[in-house]
C-alpha cells in the first residue's frame, strides 16, 4: 500500500526538512520509491553512509544502550571518533537511566560542518529479529519528530536529514517492510490528526499493521 501526503489543512510538509532515504543496495532503494512514492520531499539515495553528500541530520537505528560497535553505528564512530558513541551514551544515561525505549529518539551535535547532526532512534532494546514488529515504524517516527521538534525551538535549523533502511540489518525487516513502515511513519508526521478519537486510532493502527488487505504486524 503507497501513502501519500493528503494536503489538508495544517499538514507541516513544507515545514519539514528534505528526506534522504539512503542505501547502498538497489533493492532497497526501490522499495523505498515504491513505499514513498507521492510524498513530499524525498529523495532516494543509492549510496553508502561513508560516500553520502553532506547533510544536517543522520539518523542511526541502534539499540536502547548506544552501543554502536557494528553495523552502520560502527561506520558513524570511524567517521566522528568514540566521543559521539560517548555522547550518546552520556544521553542515553542521563535522560533514561540507561535504556533508551524503541519509540524514542534525539539529537546530538558531532562537530562537523558536513553532518551536523546525529538523531539517535532505537529500532530494538538488543540487536536481535524485529520482523513482524511495529518497531521500524516507532523509531522512525520518533526520530522525525525528535526534528520536528528540534527546528521549533532551536534557530540552527535542521534542512536535510539522511535514513537507513530502518530495521534491515541485525533486525532483518525486509527492504519493502521496512520502506512500508518508514513511509507511513512520514505520512504522519506530515499530516497529523487535528483531534484523537478511536476512529483516528484506529487508522492509525491499520496503516501500520497493515499492507493493504493483509495484515503484515501482529
Not at 552501543?67 to 570511524?78: K, L, N, P, W
Not at 566522528?80 to 552520556?90: E, K, L, T
Not at 504522519?188 to 483516528?200: K, N, Q
Amino acid at each position: 500500500m503507497r501513502v501519500s501526503a493528503t494536503g489538508r489543512r495544517g499538514t507541516i510538509g513544507g515545514m519539514f526538512p528534505s528526506l534522504w532515504l539512503v542505501h547502498p543496495d538497489a533493492e532497497a532503494c526501490e522499495a523505498f520509491r515504491d513505499r514513498f512514492a507521492g510524498l513530499p520531499r524525498v529523495r532516494v539515495v543509492q549510496t553508502r553512509f561513508e560516500d553520502l553528500d553532506p547533510h544536517d541530520c543522520f539518523v542511526t537505528a541502534g539499540n536502547s544502550y548506544g552501543m554502536m560497535t557494528a553495523g552502520i553505528d560502527a561506520v558513524i564512530v570511524q567517521r566522528f571518533g568514540d566521543r559521539i558513541m560517548r555522547a550518546v551514551q552520556h544521553r542515553i544515561l542521563s535522560d533514561y537511566l540507561g535504556e533508551q525505549p524503541v519509540g524514542t529518539a534525539f539529537i546530538v551535535p558531532t562537530k562537523d560542518p558536513k553532518l551536523p547532526f546525529l538523531c539517535h532512534a532505537p529500532t530494538m532494546r538488543v540487536p536481535g529479529s524485529i520482523a513482524g514488529t511495529e518497531k521500524v515504524y516507532a523509531a522512525t517516527f520518533a526520530a522525525l519528530v525528535a526534528v520536528f521538534h528540534r527546528n521549533r525551538t532551536d534557530d540552527r535549523k535542521i534542512e536535510t536529514v539522511a535514513m537507513p533502511a530502518m530495521g534491515t540489518g541485525f533486525g532483518g525487516v525486509p527492504f519493502d517492510e521496512a520502506a512500508r513502515q518508514m513511509a507511513v511513519a512520514y505520512r504522519w508526521l506530515l499530516d497529523p490528526p487535528h483531534r484523537l478519537d478511536w476512529d483516528a486510532v484506529i487508522d492509525r493502527h491499520k496503516a501500520i499493521t497493515y499492507d493493504g488487505d493483509k495484515q503484515v504486524v501482529r
